[in-house]
């Protein structure tokens, strides 16, 4: 099986790391290259899709990732493809999601983050190929203790003068 990673910074490499550990040849998209990774990256987030079996979305939200999973990447997925975002709502088209998942151009969606939280449209809900989870992937002791301490660290950062470690745009 194929695993597409759209998105190669941490998140996104961690994924790659337990695909491969289960025999999954993975390719990644981003716009800019990652060095010194053994993994394939693809010029286009279209041509990830089309590669893939699994698409995982780990891209950073904001305006120019917005909706970029679209109806014409969940076509080139395709109706054997299943797409998994635990990045942002927002990088996926809700309504393109619905109704490829609705005709069968895509085949699954298992979703963490949705585009309108916490509100979940009731045709997404009602879908039998799609598996949702109330924004808890990162949910385990040692990534709270992680949250809460980087929490402190930006505090410290920030009356200290010093740049944040994790500014939000």
């Known amino acids: ?49 089309r590669a893939s079996d699994y698409l995982v979305v780990c891209a950073p939200g904001g305006a120019a990732t917005r909706h970029a999973i679209d109806a014409e990447v969940m076509a080139a997925l395709g109706p054997e493809g299943t797409l998994v975002n635990v990045s942002r709502g927002s990088l996926v088209d809700q309504a393109a999601l619905v109704a490829a998942l609705s005709d069968g151009t895509l085949g699954m969606a298992a979703l963490d983050v949705f585009d309108n939280e916490p509100h979940v449209p ?21 990534t709270r203790h992680a949250m809460g301490q980087l929490v402190v660290d930006n505090l410290l950062a920030h009356f200290g003068g010093q740049p944040l470690l994790t500014p939000v745009p």
């Open 122 to 142: 009731a045709t997404l809900r009602e879908l039998e190929n799609v598996v949702l989870t109330p924004h808890v992937g990162s949910l385990t002791v040692e």
């Open 1 to 49: 099986k194929e695993c597409g990673v759209y998105g190669f910074g941490r998140i996104g490499q961690a994924v790659a790391a337990r695909a491969a550990a289960f025999g999954m040849r993975t390719r990644y998209f981003q716009p800019r290259a990652v060095d010194g990774v053994a993994v394939v990256r693809c010029a286009s987030l279209l041509e990830l899709a």
